[in-house]
C-alpha cells in the first residue's frame, strides 16, 4: 500500500474539524502527499517604507477606475472597499509565487511608484494574525517584509492608480486611517 493510502486509512476524514489537532506552518505538499492550508490564509508581503522627516510616503487609491490594475498587477480586490477606501496606503503588494522579498520591493518601486532609489534595505519582518473578516472563528497570518527606501525619487509625475501620493506627517497616521493592513503593519513597527 502507498504511503497516502496508508495515511488516509489511519485517518478519519470525514467531519474532520481541522481545529482538533496541530497543523503546522509548513505551507505545500509534504512527502506523504498531506497539503496544509490555513482555513483564513497566509500573505506574504512587501512594504516599502520612504520618510522625509517626519513624514512617510503614502497614497490614496483610485480603486474605481483601476480596480483591474490593483487585482491583476497586485492582487488587491477593491470591491472589498473597506480595506482602502478614504484610507493611506503605505506602498506594498503581495508576493507572487516564488518571488524573493527583495524582488517584490523592486517591482513595488519600479511598477507602483514608478520611482528609482539610492538604496532598499531589509529593515525588519512584522508577524501577526488577525481574526479573519471571512472566516469566524479562524485567524489570517500577515508576515510583512518591511525595506526602508533612501533617496526616493519619483519619475514624473503621480501614477494615475492613485488619487493622492505625498509624504505625510506620521502623526496624523493612525491605526483607523491607514488602508489594507497597513495600520497593523505600523503598529508593529512603532511598539
Known amino acids: 500500500m502507498r504511503l497516502l493510502e496508508r495515511c488516509k486509512s489511519d485517518l478519519v476524514v470525514d467531519n474532520l474539524d481541522p481545529k482538533e489537532f496541530d497543523r503546522w506552518a509548513r505551507i ?8 496544509y492550508m490555513p482555513v483564513a490564509g497566509i500573505c506574504l508581503m512587501s512594504y ?3 520618510k522625509r522627516d517626519e513624514k512617510l510616503l503614502v497614497a490614496k487609491i483610485e480603486g474605481d477606475r483601476f480596480s483591474d490594475y490593483w487585482r491583476k498587477e497586485w492582487g488587491m480586490y477593491t470591491h472589498r ?9 503605505v506602498p506594498s503588494g ?6 524573493s522579498p527583495m524582488n ?37 497570518w500577515h508576515i510583512c517584509f518591511i525595506y526602508d527606501v533612501k533617496d526616493l525619487k519619483l ?3 503621480r501614477p494615475v492608480w492613485f488619487d493622492r501620493l505625498e509624504y505625510v506627517d506620521i502623526a496624523r497616521l493612525d491605526l483607523n486611517n491607514l488602508a489594507v493592513e497597513g495600520s497593523e503593519v505600523m503598529k508593529q513597527l512603532l511598539h
Request: glycine residues 8%; contains cysteine; hydrophobic residues 35%.
Open 104 to 140: 517584490c520591493a523592486e517591482r513595488l518601486l519600479n511598477r507602483l511608484l514608478i520611482g528609482e532609489a539610492s538604496s532598499m534595505e531589509l529593515s525588519t519582518v512584522v508577524s501577526f494574525t488577525t481574526n479573519s473578516r471571512y472566516y469566524p472563528n479562524y485567524h489570517h
Open 28 to 35: 505545500g505538499v509534504d512527502q506523504d502527499g498531506i497539503k
Open 155 to 157: 519619475n514624473g509625475s
Open 48 to 50: 516599502l517604507i520612504s
Open 81 to 89: 472597499r473597506f480595506i482602502w477606501e478614504d484610507k493611506w496606503f
Open 94 to 99: 503581495f508576493l507572487k509565487f516564488g518571488e
